[in-house]
């Protein structure tokens, strides 16, 4: 049987309420036209925020190629975008896609796939990769679950990052040039004893608690903040944030940059230049993971705490080789971040005492998961053997 390879995708997301749909979205397109030579149209539902991730895109367009991906608007009936079907479909995160669209699908016979969220939770193994017929189509949908074990479908993980990685963090001249580029010409004079931070975090999270323990914290510390209303607002009511005229505010043995939205790539950068990352949802979660340092993962908030149970099975399955007393110290942090009900203070100092070790085990953790097939590599692989299974 001759090798099937489907080369022309379309993939469909829509724009919750934060950008890690998008994030995850553009970068998956691109990968999978880079990385895999694939021809690609990614449909959005809200052009105007997704312009805050595809930053070059023209929101008074309704299609265009940015590198290397077709970006148009979502689809309506009448579009002649839509004549000729993809190969494959990526529905992004059930995001549902129009009727008339998965009629077509199943006049076509294209592939339909829906990504899901990522998460460590143990049931994600047995749903992974499982089909669902439709009851009124001649067509099958089959869901596929991002993961952290072989038996999912992987992380997000362009072909060169990790080279990219490794060739900024041992470059002091990549460094310095990257706080320059963001407007940061003082974090190369950082005394031996500074702590790099970055924060990216949801309202609910104790960010003034955490500002007023880094405010007194027994070493210099820069706390780098990527534009984020929540936390401007919360600033609002520690330090006079509209009066100051830079975007740079001293307090105590702080000093706050205020930086302004970052590309993905930049946003890269910040964590690799960081030495303690706190991150949030999926998108910067992953790329936290990638970044080979420690970081603090706030899940997004869900009623009845649900976001803690798949907090808790990340960190057994992250932390599964750690030394108990790094397992006790990540736990305890990562929960006090993300309880929104019964939120405490992270152990701070502990956490800055901690951080060699803990980088230590975060750079043996990573290069574990590295071994690992990536997520696009994995949906190039499962959607050539569904296609070889219809011939």
Known sequence: MRHIRNNRWDIFCKIVDNYGDIGVCWRLSQQLVHDHNLTIRLFIDDMTSAKKIITSLDVSKKSQLINGVQVCVW?????????????????????????????????????????????AEKWVSDFHAKPSPQATLAITKHYFFPGFKDDTGGLIREKELITERNIFTNSKEKQSQFWQKIGISSADNSTADTVKI??????????????????VANRHIRLFIPFNS????????????????????????????????????????????????????????????????????????????????????????????????????????HLAWSSASAPTRIPIERLFEQLPEIKNYAKQATKVLSLQPDLATKLVIFSENLAKNKV
């Open 75 to 119: 689809p309506s009936q009448k579009d002649t975008t839509t004549t000729n079907l993809a190969d494959v479909v990526l529905e992004t995160f059930s995001c549902e896609l129009p009727d008339f669209y998965i009629k077509k699908m199943a006049q076509q016979a294209s592939i339909w796939i829906n990504l899901e969220y990522l998460s």
């Open 198 to 215: 970055s924060l990216f975090c949801y309202a609910q999270a104790d960010i003034i608690g955490l500002i007023k323990s880094l405010i």
């Open 230 to 333: 929540a936390i401007a607002s919360s600033l609002q009511n520690l330090v006079d944030v509209q009066q100051s005229n830079s975007n740079e505010i001293q307090q105590g043995n702080l000093t706050i940059h205020l930086l302004p939205f970052l590309s993905q790539a930049d946003y890269d950068r910040l964590l690799w230049g960081c030495d303690l990352n706190f991150v949030r949802g999926e998108d910067s979660w992953i790329r936290a993971i990638w970044a080979e340092k420690p970081f603090i993962w706030q899940p997004y908030i869900q009623s009845d705490e649900t976001h803690i149970l798949k907090l808790k099975a990340f960190l057994d399955l992250y932390l599964d080789v750690a030394a108990p007393d790094i397992v006790d110290l990540m736990k305890e942090s």
